[in-house]
């Protein structure tokens, strides 16, 4: 089964998370770049405006792949705009895929993930897995967007995600050779 890892991130937690688990795969991985740099600015717009900034590379590149892992933050419940030229060819070119996040998740989780994920791609994910920063932040204190945004995961805790994400990823597989 041929594999594509494909991220996103603003603060490197995603691409830390996806190297990982492209690595356990022995997969592909392509790291989404906006044209334009992303800022707080654009981000709001983008969120309010549902724009989608042109990206690199192109995402007629997926069709050779059989399973396509996304990893991206979720911004104020929706996922990070730089996606959706991807989810955009999804939803003109069903394809079996997954979803991963890590994102600051200071509110309250992101319980409109996968209603989001049926709008931009038509189809549900085979696999979704949504990690929030206050997961590995002290229990004890108030958790602020400050706390979340700042925070940079560890390569222990890449890896302890990544093994998180290569069972189900490796079960999704079983299933589909049976």
Same mark, same amino acid.
């Given at each position: 089964?041929?594999?594509?890892?494909?991220?996103?991130?603003?603060?490197?937690?995603?691409?830390?998370? +996806?190297?990982?688990?492209?690595?356990? $795969?022995? *997969?592909?991985?392509? &790291?989404? /770049?906006?044209?334009? =740099?992303?800022? @707080?600015?654009?981000?709001?717009?983008?969120?309010?405006?549902?724009?989608?900034?042109?990206?690199?590379?192109?995402?007629?590149?997926?069709?050779?792949?059989?399973?396509?892992?996304?990893?991206?933050?979720?911004?104020?419940?929706?996922?990070?705009?730089?996606?959706?030229?991807?989810?955009?060819?999804?939803?003109?070119?069903?394809?079996?895929?997954?979803?991963?996040?890590?994102?600051?998740? +200071?509110?309250?989780?992101?319980?409109? $993930?996968? *209603?989001?994920?049926? &709008?931009? /791609?038509?189809?549900? =994910?085979?696999? @979704?897995?949504?990690?929030?920063?206050?997961?590995?932040?002290?229990?004890?204190?108030?958790?602020?967007?400050?706390?979340?945004?700042?925070?940079?995961?560890?390569?222990?805790?890449?890896?302890?995600?990544?093994?998180?994400?290569?069972?189900?990823?490796?079960?999704?597989?079983?299933?589909?050779?049976?």
């Amino acid at each position: 089964m041929k594999i594509a890892v494909i991220s996103y991130s603003f603060t490197g937690n995603n691409d830390r998370l +996806a190297a990982s688990v492209a690595q356990d $795969l022995s *997969a592909t991985h392509i &790291k989404i /770049t906006p044209r334009k =740099p992303m800022t @707080m600015g654009n981000i709001i717009l983008d969120m309010i405006f549902s724009r989608t900034p042109k990206v690199e590379p192109d995402p007629d590149s997926l069709q050779q792949y059989d399973l396509i892992l996304f990893f991206a933050p979720v911004w104020m419940g929706h996922i990070a705009s730089p996606l959706r030229a991807y989810w955009n060819y999804l939803k003109s070119t069903p394809q079996a895929y997954g979803f991963f996040s890590i994102s600051g998740g +200071a509110d309250n989780g992101n319980p409109k $993930l996968l *209603a989001e994920l049926l &709008k931009r /791609t038509g189809a549900e =994910p085979s696999i @979704m897995l949504d990690q929030h920063i206050k997961g590995f932040l002290p229990q004890n204190s108030k958790t602020t967007r400050n706390d979340t945004s700042a925070y940079k995961i560890s390569e222990t805790e890449a890896r302890y995600l990544s093994s998180i994400a290569i069972k189900e990823i490796n079960k999704l597989i079983h299933t589909d050779k049976q």
